[in-house]
């Protein structure tokens, strides 16, 4: 079985500059999710996603940062502008149902973001 | 909002000492999962505990839950240096929220 895809794996950008990111989720997953973790920190949830339905998007900055997840599968997550503060690692990670907190997550190798 | 602390914050032992992370949430968890993030990986399920008092044992990793679904242990026994990462407590409330997370080192 396939894991979690993401790409590109790295990206660095100059502050003020748009950048996105896409993940493929593991065939079959309802559920789809953006961490944005911070070097030293754990992950923080940025927006949840359950088919193309947003769940969950308290924590995700609307002024620079937006995601779609069209036809249920493929999402995308923009930033736009990127400041400083930025310069994370964005994970997406997916879950069979979603919407319980028993559900496991499966999570994608990441995109490590730098902002110049 | 809820919040989940895990201490230590870092520790670093010789292998074959045990170690134990320990976490804390503030409200009462419906379940906890724990994941391990090896250094420059992504985090990796370990396991799920729902039953107040449960105890899971994977190898020589054992882990708890309490009794008032508070809080939440990973012990591990004669650590190895494959054992090196960071392990997150995850907590279930009507969401997971992820822990702050133990650094573990381990020296051969």
């Known amino acids: 079985e396939a894991g979690v895809a993401q790409s590109p794996r790295y990206k660095i950008i100059e502050k003020r500059q748009s950048v996105a990111f896409w993940c493929n989720p593991i065939s079959g997953h309802a559920t789809l999710y953006w961490y944005q973790q911070i070097l030293g920190q754990g992950p923080k949830l940025l927006i949840q996603f359950q088919n193309n339905g947003v769940v969950d998007d308290s924590q995700l900055p609307k002024d620079r940062f937006s995601a779609e997840r069209l036809k249920g599968v493929d999402s995308t997550l923009k930033i736009q502008p990127a400041k400083l503060e930025d310069s994370a690692v964005y994970l997406c990670a997916s879950s069979l149902v979603g919407g319980r907190s028993t559900d496991t997550q499966y999570f994608g190798p990441g995109t490590r973001l730098t902002v110049l | ?108």
């Not at chain 2, 420059?40 to 044992?57: A, D």
């Not at chain 2, 839950?65 to 409330?93: M, P, R, W």
Request: with cysteine; glycine share 10%.
């Open chain 2, 1 to 108: 909002g809820q919040q989940v602390m895990q201490i230590p914050q870092y520790q670093h032992v010789q292998e074959g000492e045990d170690f134990t992370t320990y976490c804390n949430s503030s409200t009462t968890l419906s379940n906890i999962q724990w994941y391990k993030q090896r250094p420059g990986g992504h985090p990796v399920f370990l396991i799920q505990l729902v039953k107040s008092g449960e105890v899971k044992k994977q190898k020589r990793l054992t882990f708890q839950f309490g009794e008032a679904k508070k809080n939440s242990s990973l012990h591990i026994t004669a650590t190895q240096t494959t054992d090196v990462g960071t392990y997150f407590c995850v907590g279930g409330f009507q969401k997971l929220v992820f822990g702050t997370g133990t650094r573990l080192l381990v020296s051969p």
